[in-house]
Structures are given as structure tokens and as C-alpha cells.
């Protein structure tokens, strides 16, 4: 579930477009935001936004959001190898530089 432990020194994580799109679509399958979410867990909105988006390892945190949407957390949350990462980060950098040139 998560991050794969040996990148967990990896700091800031890249945003994981896969994992917060399962995310969103089981939210919508239940007619809820990510607002809503916080709030039926007790847990701050940015929080839950980092932890969807793969900004923020916290394994508990996973585990909560997937037992409250009746999924599976190994599917909402799948382990990302240190490769995947790394391309997650580069494509990051290169939005990013994409977006500073604009």
C-alpha cells in the first residue's frame, strides 16, 4: 500500500495522478468530495488531499479512506516503486518548467 518503504526518505513525493483519480471516481460513486471525506473521518481537508494526491505517506491514513469507501487499499493505494517515482517526478519537472516558460 503507498509508497514502496525504501523511498519513504524521498521527500517531497510526486503527485500521483492514478492513485487520487481511483480516489475521486469511488468519492463520486458515493456522491461525496474530498470535503466531505475529512469531515466523516475527522481528518483535516489537507491532509486527506495530500494523502489522495501520494504527497503525503501515512499508511493508517490510507487504510482509514479505503475502509470508509468500502475499497480495497492496495487498489486505491498501490505501492510505487522507486522507478515510478522517479518518472512521477520528472514528469512533474517537466509541467513545472513547462508552466514557468508560459
Not at 468500502?70 to 508552466?99: C, H, V, W, Y
Amino acid at each position: 500500500m503507498g509508497i514502496d518503504k525504501s523511498d519513504v526518505g524521498c521527500r517531497p513525493y510526486p503527485l500521483d495522478h492514478k492513485r487520487r483519480k481511483k480516489v475521486m471516481v469511488a468519492l463520486a460513486e458515493r456522491e461525496m468530495n474530498i470535503s466531505d471525506l475529512a469531515r466523516s473521518l475527522g481528518i483535516a481537508q489537507a491532509i486527506i488531499s495530500q494523502v489522495i494526491s501520494g504527497r503525503r505517506f501515512s499508511p493508517k491514513t490510507e487504510q482509514r479512506i479505503a475502509n470508509f469507501l468500502g475499497k480495497s487499499s492496495d487498489d486505491l493505494f498501490p505501492t510505487r516503486t522507486a522507478e515510478e517515482i522517479k518518472k512521477m517526478r520528472l514528469a512533474e519537472n517537466a509541467q513545472a518548467a513547462k508552466e514557468k516558460v508560459a
